[in-house]
Structure formats: structure tokens, C-alpha cells
């Protein structure tokens, strides 16, 4: 209702208007007109018949005065008429009227006097006259001796009639005068009377006559009349104007008439078209949400062309973007079917759209040009027109306050406008797809994530398995090497069986060496962590290569950082650049450039890889690429799996890259691959970095440590292990008492506590465990360094390890080297060596 | 070629048109008098309810008298006195001339001093010693009358005005014609309508100069006239009366003085007593006076005979009936 409040004065307005124009445009009383008009010729005609009738009385024509009343009577009403005239001009500014109206009236008066002076005297003048005639007649019969005087009267008064002049009213006079005296009888005497009558009377009736004749009645009337027409034809002007007025306005209106029309019309084509896009955006919806995640990708081109299509422009594009908004990640692009491809660069809309400075542009928070070609010089416009854009609409799409990407529509035959509703349903329409790119996104994100679950379950399976088996086979290869390794002591060097037991070390070590992978890769290895330069692992690793793989394979490597480290194994994370790169050689065939890069990358955020995700942090991120046969992403899918392997068989384990996994696991990392068939592959290890952890690095290696004859109390269950650890322990320059029971043990240990330096105990036992043992052994004497040796390397929980008092954890199979470095790390150093001692096994 | 005058006569005078064919008739036969014209175009309804009016003594205060007191239509219109008599138990100036014909005279009352009858009535109603009425008291009155108010109402819708009051009177008063006297048919054609006698008793009437003013439909009462042209018929010792003066007591013009509306002499046989201070009662006498005063002649008994013979023949019919002097017929 407000608008009608608003709408109301300009209504009251137009109405008084019109009104206005059409009381002024009205003929000015055309009754009066026509009343006053007639007032005026009954003036004339009235004036007319009255000289005339005036005239005939005079000459005794006319015998009743009734005619003269009347006309007088005429002119009264008429003069009585015109007076409204005289009232009302008088009052709306016409003096010149109303004076000559009034004058006109003062002359009608004066006329009506005259007129009524004129009838008693002329009816006097004519009976006289009447009886005169009669009368000299009669008397010159009846009495002849006054015949002569009465003769000559006669004739005198005949000459005065016909020329009343004063002469001859003299002698008139004169006549009667002698006439009375020479007779003095009744007749004569009334004769006498009526003449003297006539001679009195006859010039003031002609006097009387001739005034009326002069009457101004006819002139002033003739001057009201020109001045109330010359009044009337002004009016008569000025209304003819105001109906021209009129006219004109009827016109205005009926064109405003027309123009509402039309208008109205527009909107509702406007409207049709509106709620024809409305409805193509409602049906677009509704596709989306019924559409499978598979599907998405072909219902948003769809929709788009559809969209692009109804909105009549050439070409557009869905560009989904990086949640940094600086990177075009997918883009849907439709081009009109008629039109050529469009030059690539749609990555450069997306940079246009997110650095866009000129706000005059902007529309509802999209931007809308409707002119490439009056848009101020600058990128945007370099841009724009490097694409042949004419016209360009581009809504950005966001999601929880990132840039999720940009809907544009481009016309590049001609401009194309939108009104601020179509840019509104535009928006609507980028909401739309903002959706269903975020719906595939993030099924896509399920799909990857329920992947990953897949397979780790799947790896720990198998890494539970590999585990089993290689734990037992741990500890028979203990056996084979341990008694391999004594066997050739007693053996001479070079002999037939030396060489024999010499080939059965080998085999066992490389037997070990598939063991401890499948260790690796189950993480059941439990290695010692110390801040790793991942420069020199890369180099080593690279040495190494170079001298493995054959020339017709190049290793570059590019290190960006220099001082990266990453807590961790050193070796084992050598053995992670040996295999990816030993892998990519197998991948070319042996031919082909391999890249290594090393560098340092940031996250901020969670980020899914390819196998397994990122907390966001620093990483050290190792890249190995090749130019090989590249993988298909079912192959992906399984390459870390131990034993699968697509090489011909006998050629790989297909534990090379499950060990891989099982170390970049281990520390913490993850990986990445990206690969497609026939263009090579690329993986991507990524390591959490360390902080300054360079200092740690300074710590190097030394030559093997030996004992000083310190007693170690070695408790093992499995007898030639036990015997094996003793040889060992003896031949690094310690004092081994070894026990295949960990109940005898104890009752060794309590039977003198202060004999034994060091306990040295496996954990897996059938009796007592080493734990156990170790918690036992550590309640009676606390101080005593405890190191447990396991096979497997199980969930073993650190603080029952710290109660226990054990300080070191070794793995099976026991090596000399991490035997002697453990032992005299936690026995403290001796002043002087009581013993030199050699390891006799091979290293 | 006549039609073409007269059809041009009628549009070149709108106003008179209605009385011209009279006008051109009494000019074809030649004489000075002509007919009252027969028809009336009068609303019936105003002319009734002017009737009841006209005869309602309520009009004056006091309701004592009405108009019909002194204009009894029975009486030939006056009220048969020398000189009538006010509310107030006094004579007034003059004699009551008659309401009969009154439509047809140009002005009213002795001196002419009203053009119109409105005017006239509503001086009657207001005048002191005639009606002594006002208009507030009067207009309660009719509109207390049911019979009144409904009858207005009908007529003109609202409440009764005193323009509606002033219009049905004088609406009733212009009905008051007395056509069809015997003369008028002598005049309409018809020759054996008065006798030879009285004919020769109109021949005296026009000879003697009395048609010089008593002329035209009324046979008087379309112009003023002193009274005394030959002779003084008032006293010379100046004990005149106001009303001696004529027109002059209202105009203060010396040419007026003794200047007085010629009467009507229609119906004159009914109403005496004559002149304006009623000093005659016999007609013979005033017929003797006039010629005296105005003609200077001094007629003589038989002549003055003819012409009330003719006089006589002036007397017309009123709603279809001879017009008498009911009141004064057991004197005569």
C-alpha cells in the first residue's frame, strides 16, 4: 500500500490537472452566451420598433401605446439582462464592459422616461389635433360670422404643424387670440382651448420625438456589444487553447498509455524468461542431487551447457581451483557447437578473477563486463581480450570461506547484458555447482580415504604374516650364521669346508637381509633414531647406485637444501633411495635418466596423498622420477605390497617397495605417487623435518668398542643361541655366563648379584620372560644396565621396559657390531683395557 | 408574404412574440382598442395554490384581512369603497383599484409606483396598515400548514420561500382577466355583439378623445396622465390632498405632479367608486369630469349616455362567467 501513498499526489495531481484544463478548455457559458447575444439584438430591435412606433403615434397612425410598452418593456429586460454582464464583468476586471453596460442601462432609462412623457403628451397633442380638425369644420358651418377667423387659424395652424417653428407659433397664437376675442360661445372657446394646446404642446412632443430618435440606446449598445464579443472571442481563444491543452495531455497520456503496455509486456516476457531460467536452474538442482558421485563429472558438463546455452553466450567454463585459489585444478569447459575451440588459458581467468581490482565491475560479488572494449586498459583487460571476450560473467564459487572456483560465461560474437535478476540466478546456478563440485569432491576424498583404509588394513595383514615369518626365521638364521661364523674359525682359512661354511654364511646373511626387509616393512624393525643429513643418505645411496646400475642409467640429482635432517635411520632411509631408484631403473628398463630431487616443503593444512596423508608441518620430501612405463592406477593400488611385483619372475622379491613403505611408515612419513601409463612415474617420499637437528649430526660413528673383562650374565633359551651369544660376547673381550633358562639364571644372579655387570637376556622364553627377568633383576640391583634382545620387534610398551630397568632393545639376529656398541654404551667406560679383543666374524 | 413578416416579427421579437397576431389583427380592423387575448399559459397548480393564498386572511398579522378583503373578485375586483380602508380601522390615500386584468396594465396602483406584481404584493404583505405581516412569521405559518407546505413542495420541492410565495400570487393575480366582453367580441368580428347604440356610444368614446388615452388591450393602464389638462379639478385653496399629487409624491419631479397611471376602463361599470380618491360614485359623472378636465369639452347628458352604454360593453367574463357586482347588485 506504501506505493499507493507515494503514487497518490501524482493521482490527485493529474486529476486536477485535467480537471483544470477542461473547465478552462469549456466554451464560456454558451447559455449566457446565447441569453446576452439575445439581450443585445432585443436592444436593437426593441430600440427599432420603438422609433418607428414612436413615429406612427406621433403621426397619429398609431392608435395604442401597448406596441411602445412592449418595447419599452424590451428594452428594460434586455438592459436587465445585460446587467449580469455589467455585475460580473465589473467584478472580473472588464471595466471598459461594465461602464458601457451601465451607460447603456442609464440610456434605457432615459429612453423609458422620454417614452412615457412622449405618450401623455402626444396622446394630449393627438386628441387635440383630432378635435381641431373636427372642430374647425364643424364651427365653420355651424357659426359662419367667426368662419374667416377660423380660416385663417386653420391655415396658420396647418403651417405651424407642418413647420412648428416659433413664427409661426406666434401667429397661431396670434389667430386664436383674434378668434376668442371675436367669439366668446362654448365651441369656440374649447377650439380655442385645444389649439392653444397644440401650439403648447406639439414642439415639446417633436422635441420628445427627436430625442428618442437620438436616443443612444442603439450606439452603446452597439459599443457593449463589439467590447463583450471582442471579450468572448478572447475567452473563446483561451479556451480553445486549454482544449488543445487538453488535447495535448489526452496524447501524453495515451502515449504514457502505450509505453505502459509495452513495459508491461517486456516484464512479462522478462518474467517468462526469468522463470524459464529459474526453472532450468530448479532442474539442474535437482539432476545434481540425484546424480551417482561417477556421474557428477558428466552432469556438470551437461548442466553447463545447458545453462550456457539459455543464457545465449559462446562459450563457458566451471573451474574448479586449489583451496589457495592459485591453481586450476579441473575445468569444465563448453564451447557454443559452431565456434572454434577457444585458446587455452582458462588457468588465466582464474588469476584475472582472484586479482581483480576494478570494483565498478563487481556485481553481487560476482564480476560482470558487460564491454570488454570500454573496460580501462590494464591485466584484466589484456586478459580478457586475449581470449576474445566481448562480454564476461564470472561468479566466483566458494566453500567455507575458500575459493572453490569460477562459474564465466563469455560472448565473443557479440555484447550480451544481464540485469541484476539474471546475475542473481547466475549465482544461483554457481551455488549449484559450487555444490556439486564440493559433493564430488568430497566423495571423491571418502573414496581415497576408504582406499587408504583398504590397504593399510590389507599391509598390516600382510605385514602381521611377514612378521610371523620372519621373526622365526630370524632366529633360525641366528643359528645358521652364528655356528657358520664359529665353524669358520675352526676351520683353516681357505680349506675346501671353509669355503663351503664361507658360501653358507652368505646365503644365510642374504637370507637375512630378506628378513630384515620383511622386518622393515612389517616395522617391526625397532632401530636406533638420530638425526639423518638427508643430503649424505642421498649421496651414499647415489654412490652406491652408480656403481650398481648399469651406465646407460643416469642419476641427477637436484638438493635444494643442503642442511634438511630427518630423525631417523640412516640406513634404512639409504635403503628407501636405493630401492625407489632401483625400481625406476627396472621401470625404464635400465635406460633413462632417473631424477632425485630433495627439497622442503611446507603444509599448511592436512593434505591427502596418493598413499596415506599429511598433518601439516615441514617436511623433507624426496622425490624420485622416471621417464619409465608408468603404472595404472590399479597397479598403484597395490605396488606396496610385499611380493607383488610386476617384474618378469625371478627378477624382483617384491619386497623392494613394500620396504619402503614399511621405513617411510616407520618414520613418520608418507608417500606419494604419481604415475600414469607410458609417462613414467613419480614418487614422493615425504619425512618430518627436523629442527636443528644438525648438531646431532656431528656425532659420528667410531671404530667398534670392546669390553674390559666385564661379566655379563646371558640368558637365552634356544641353546646354540645362547652358545652363539657367549663366542660373541667373549671374542668383544667380555666375561659370558650364559643360561638357557631364565629360572637359573635368576637364582645365579641372586646368588651373587654384584658378580654380574651387565644382563643380556632374549625376551621370548618359556619359563620366565626376559622382561620379567629384567624387572627381577633390576629390584635387586637397580644400577645394573639391562639389554633385552628380541626377535621380534612387537608392541613392546616403553615404560615396562623403563620399570624394568632394561636401556636398550636388540634385535635378532644378534650382530657383533650393535652387540659392542650397545655393551659399551651402557657399561661404564674402563680406565684401561683389560683385554684387546677381536671380533672374528666377517663384516 | 404576411406569414413571412409575422414568422419574422416573432423571431426579431422573442419577448412579444406571443401578442403579436393581436397587435397585427386590432391593426388590420384599425382600431385603437384590441381583445383580450384568450389564451393563458399559467401553471394550474401555482394559479390554485395562489387562489387559497389570495384568499388566506393568515397573509396579514393577526389574520385580519386577506387580499380578497379589498380585491373581492365578486365586487368587480376593489372593494367598493371611495377610499380603502387600512388594518388600522383608517382610510387609507386612495381608492382600491381592481385586481381584475391587473396582468395587462404596465404599472400598478395609482402612480404607477410597481413594475411588476411581485414587487406589489410583497409591499402589501410588509405595508403596516395593509397586511402588516413579516416574512418570517408568515413563511412559519405556511410551512406549519400541512396543506401549504406538501402543496409548495410539490410544486417547487423544499421548504416554502418567499420567492415561491410572491410567485404563486402573482401567478394567480395574471389569471385574473375578464375576456370575451361583449366589445371584444364587436372587435373579434362579430358585429351584432353590441348594439348600435353602443357602438355609436364607441364612436363617441374615440371622436371625443377619450381613446387618446384610455387605448391599447387594457383600454387605459399603459400610460401616466395628468389629471386636469382643461380645467382644475382640484380645490384651488390648496386643501388637496397628498395623494392629489400624483406621481409627483414619488418622483418629486414638478412634471409629475397630479400625474397618475391611466386606469383601466375594463369592467369599469363594476368598479365604482371612480378616481383615485373614489369622489364619484355614479359613472355618468365621472365620465362628465373627465371629459371636462381632460377634453375640455362639457358633453352633454345623451352623449354621456352613449358612451356608458359603450362603457358598459367593457364588461368581460371571469372563468367563464359574466363578471358582476354581486355585492352592489341589490342597489342597482
Not at chain 1, 486 to 506: C, F, H, I, N
Not at chain 2, 213 to 232: E, M, P, S, Y
Request: proline share 5%; with cysteine; glycine share 8%.
Amino acid at each position: 500500500m506504501r506505493w499507493l501513498a507515494k503514487l497518490l499526489p501524482a493521482i490527485v495531481l493529474l486529476l486536477l490537472a485535467l480537471t483544470y484544463l477542461a473547465v478552462r478548455s469549456a466554451v464560456p457559458h454558451t447559455e449566457r452566451h446565447e441569453r446576452i447575444l439575445d439581450a443585445l439584438r432585443s436592444l436593437t430591435l426593441n430600440e427599432s420598433a420603438l422609433h418607428r412606433d414612436v413615429l406612427r403615434a406621433r403621426d397619429g397612425l398609431l392608435r395604442d401605446y401597448d406596441p411602445l410598452v412592449r418595447s419599452a418593456d424590451g428594452l428594460r429586460l434586455a438592459g436587465s439582462t445585460l446587467r449580469e454582464l455589467g455585475d460580473e464583468t465589473g467584478a472580473d476586471g472588464s471595466p471598459d464592459l461594465a461602464r458601457s453596460v451601465r451607460s447603456l442601462r442609464t440610456a434605457v432609462d432615459e429612453q423609458e422616461a422620454l417614452v412615457e412623457r412622449f405618450k401623455s403628451s402626444n396622446a394630449l397633442l393627438q386628441n387635440s389635433l383630432s378635435y381641431f380638425g373636427h372642430a374647425s369644420h364643424q364651427l365653420n358651418r355651424a357659426e359662419p360670422g367667426v368662419a374667416p377667423a377660423v380660416g385663417i387659424l386653420a391655415s396658420d395652424m396647418l403651417r405651424f404643424i407642418h413647420n412648428p417653428r416659433r413664427g409661426n407659433a406666434a401667429a397661431v397664437t396670434a389667430s386664436l387670440d383674434r378668434l376668442a376675442r371675436v367669439s366668446a360661445g362654448r365651441d369656440i372657446a374649447a377650439f380655442v382651448a385645444h389649439g392653444r394646446l397644440i401650439v403648447a404642446t406639439l414642439p415639446a412632443v417633436d422635441e420628445l420625438v427627436a430625442g428618442l430618435l437620438a436616443s443612444p440606446v442603439g450606439s452603446r449598445a452597439r459599443v457593449v456589444q463589439d467590447l463583450y464579443l471582442e471579450r468572448h472571442g478572447a475567452a473563446l481563444a483561451r479556451a480553445n487553447q486549454f482544449r488543445l491543452l487538453l488535447y495535448a495531455a489526452a496524447l501524453v497520456l495515451a502515449a504514457y498509455l502505450v509505453y505502459l503496455f509495452l513495459r508491461l509486456r517486456a516484464n512479462a516476457q522478462s518474467l517468462r524468461a526469468r522463470l524459464r531460467f529459474e526453472n532450468l536452474i530448479a532442474e539442474i538442482s535437482t539432476q545434481f542431487i540425484n546424480l551417482p558421485r561417477e556421474r557428477i563429472t558428466d552432469g556438470i558438463q551437461q548442466a553447463l551447457a545447458r545453462l550456457a546455452e539459455h543464457a545465449a553466450v559462446d562459450r563457458a567454463c566451471l573451474l574448479r581451483c586449489d583451496p589457495e585459489g592459485r591453481r586450476v585444478e579441473r575445468a569444465h569447459l563448453w564451447t557454443r557447437e559452431d565456434m572454434a575451440r577457444p585458446p587455452s588459458g582458462v588457468d588465466q581467468l582464474l588469476t584475472v578473477a582472484s586479482h581483480w581490482t576494478l570494483g565498478a565491475y563487481r556485481r553481487q560479488r560476482c564480476i560482470y563486463v558487460p564491454s570488454v572494449t570500454t573496460m580501462p586498459a590494464g591485466a584484466e583487460r589484456a586478459a580478457l581480450t586475449e581470449r576474445d571476450i566481448r562480454s564476461w560473467l564470472c561468479v566466483p564459487l566458494w566453500r567455507a570461506g575458500r575459493p572453490l572456483g569460477l562459474l564465466g560465461f563469455e560472448t565473443v560474437r557479440g555484447e550480451q547484458r544481464w540485469t541484476d535478476d539474471d546475475i542473481a540466478l547466475f549465482r544461483t546456478a554457481g551455488e549449484i555447482f559450487a555444490n556439486a563440485l564440493e559433493r564430488k569432491r568430497a566423495e571423491d576424498e571418502t573414496e581415497a580415504l576408504a582406499g587408504q583404509l583398504r590397504r593399510a588394513q590389507r599391509l598390516e595383514a600382510i605385514g602381521t604374516l611377514a612378521g610371523g615369518i620372519a621373526h622365526n626365521f630370524n632366529n633360525i638364521l641366528g643359528a645358521v650364521l652364528g655356528y657358520s661364523e664359529m665353524a669358520l674359525g675352526k676351520l683353516a682359512a681357505d680349506s675346501r669346508p671353509w669355503r663351503y661354511v664361507t658360501e653358507v654364511r652368505q646365503a644365510g646373511l642374504r637370507a637375512k637381509g630378506v628378513v630384515d626387509q620383511m622386518l622393515a616393512f612389517s616395522r617391526r624393525a625397532d632401530r636406533a633414531r638420530a638425526a639423518v643429513a638427508m643430503r649424505d643418505v642421498v649421496d651414499e645411496a647415489v654412490r652406491l647406485l652408480r656403481a650398481s646400475l648399469p651406465a646407460t642409467v643416469a642419476i641427477r640429482v637436484s638438493a635444494e637444501t643442503a642442511g634438511a635432517a630427518v630423525r631417523g635411520d640412516a640406513t634404512q632411509l639409504q635403503q628407501v633411495v636405493m630401492n625407489l631408484c632401483t625400481n625406476a631403473a627396472d621401470a625404464m628398463d635400465q635406460r633413462g635418466p632417473i631424477d632425485v630431487g630433495l627439497d622442503m616443503v611446507e603444509l599448511a593444512h592436512e593434505q591427502p596423498l596418493s598413499h596415506g596423508t599429511l598433518a601439516a608441518g615441514r617436511y623433507v620430501r624426496l622425490t624420485v622420477a622416471d621417464t619409465g612405463h608408468g603404472m595404472d592406477p590399479a597397479t598403484q593400488e597395490h605396488i606396496f605390497e610385499p611380493f607383488f611385483t610386476t617384474k618378469p619372475p625371478g627378477t624382483g622379491t617384491g619386497l623392494g617397495l613394500a620396504t619402503v613403505h614399511g621405513i617411510v611408515a616407520d618414520h613418520g612419513g608418507a608417500l606419494n605417487v604419481r604415475s600414469r601409463p607410458g609417462a613414467g612415474s613419480r614418487f614422493e617420499a615425504y619425512f618430518a623435518a627436523m629442527e636443528a637437528g644438525i648438531a646431532e649430526l656431528e656425532q659420528a660413528a667410531s671404530s667398534l668398542p670392546v669390553g674390559h673383562g666385564e661379566t655379563v650374565l646371558l640368558v637365552e633359551d634356544d641353546k646354540p643361541l645362547m652358545l652363539l651369544g657367549e663366542e660373541m660376547l667373549a671374542a668383544l673381550g667380555y666375561e659370558p655366563v650364559g643360561f638357557d633358562s631364565g629360572r637359573q639364571a635368576l637364582s645365579a644372579f641372586r646368588a651373587d648379584p654384584e658378580r654380574f655387570d651387565l644382563l643380556l637376556t632374549d625376551e621370548i622364553m618359556p619359563e620366565v620372560s626376559g622382561t620379567d627377568l629384567a624387572t627381577a633383576a633390576h629390584r635387586i640391583r637397580p644400577e645394573m644396565p639391562i639389554i633385552l634382545v628380541t626377535g621380534h620387534g612387537g608392541p613392546v610398551r616403553a615404560d615396562r621396559l623403563r620399570a624394568a630397568g632394561i636401556r636398550e632393545l636388540l634385535r635378532k639376529p644378534l650382530l657383533s657390531a650393535d652387540l659392542a656398541r650397545a655393551l659399551a654404551q651402557h657399561l661404564p667406560p674402563q680406565a684401561e683395557p683389560q683385554r684387546a679383543a677381536r671380533t672374528r666374524g666377517g663384516r | 408574404m404576411a406569414l413571412a413578416c409575422v414568422a419574422t416579427a416573432v423571431l426579431c421579437f422573442p419577448t412579444a412574440g406571443d401578442e403579436q397576431p393581436a397587435a397585427i389583427h386590432s391593426a388590420r380592423i384599425g382600431e385603437p382598442i384590441s381583445p383580450i387575448p384568450a389564451a393563458l399559459d399559467l401553471d394550474g397548480r401555482k394559479v390554485r395554490l395562489g387562489d387559497r393564498l389570495f384568499h388566506d386572511p393568515r397573509l396579514s398579522r393577526g389574520s385580519l384581512v386577506a387580499c380578497a378583503s379589498c380585491h373581492r373578485l365578486e365586487a368587480g375586483g376593489d372593494d367598493d369603497r371611495a377610499i380603502a380602508i387600512g388594518t388600522d380601522r383608517r382610510p387609507l390615500d386612495f381608492n382600491a383599484p381592481t385586481i381584475f386584468n391587473v396582468a395587462l396594465s404596465f404599472r400598478f396602483n395609482w402612480r404607477g409606483n410597481f413594475r411588476d406584481l411581485e414587487e406589489q404584493n410583497a409591499a402589501a404583505i410588509l405595508d403596516h396598515r395593509l397586511m402588516n405581516n413579516d416574512w418570517a412569521s408568515l413563511l412559519a405559518t405556511l410551512q406549519a400548514d400541512t396543506d401549504y407546505r406538501e402543496d409548495f413542495a410539490a410544486i417547487y420541492g423544499g421548504d416554502v420561500d418567499r420567492g415561491q410565495v410572491l410567485d404563486t400570487l402573482a401567478t394567480y393575480q395574471r389569471s385574473l382577466v375578464t375576456p370575451n366582453a361583449r366589445f371584444d367580441r364587436y372587435l373579434r368580428g362579430e358585429p351584432a355583439a353590441i348594439t348600435a347604440e353602443e357602438e355609436h356610444g364607441y364612436q363617441l368614446f374615440k371622436a371625443y378623445g377619450c381613446v387618446a388615452c384610455h387605448q391599447g388591450v387594457n383600454i387605459g393602464g399603459n400610460l401616466f396622465q395628468r389629471f386636469g389638462i382643461f380645467a382644475n379639478p382640484f380645490p384651488e385653496d390648496g386643501t388637496g390632498t397628498e395623494a392629489d399629487l400624483g406621481r409627483f409624491t414619488i418622483t418629486g419631479d414638478d412634471a409629475d405632479r397630479h400625474v397618475f397611471r391611466v386606469p383601466s376602463l375594463r369592467n369599469v361599470a363594476l368598479t365604482a367608486p371612480y378616481f383615485h380618491d373614489g369622489s364619484t360614485q355614479s359613472l355618468d359623472e365621472a365620465v362628465a369630469i373627465m371629459a371636462r378636465n381632460q377634453l375640455g369639452r362639457t358633453l352633454a347628458q345623451h352623449e354621456i349616455d352613449r358612451i356608458v352604454t359603450f362603457l358598459r360593453t367593457l364588461t368581460g367574463e371571469f372563468r367563464g362567467q359574466p363578471l358582476a357586482d354581486t355585492a352592489r347588485s341589490e342597489d342597482r
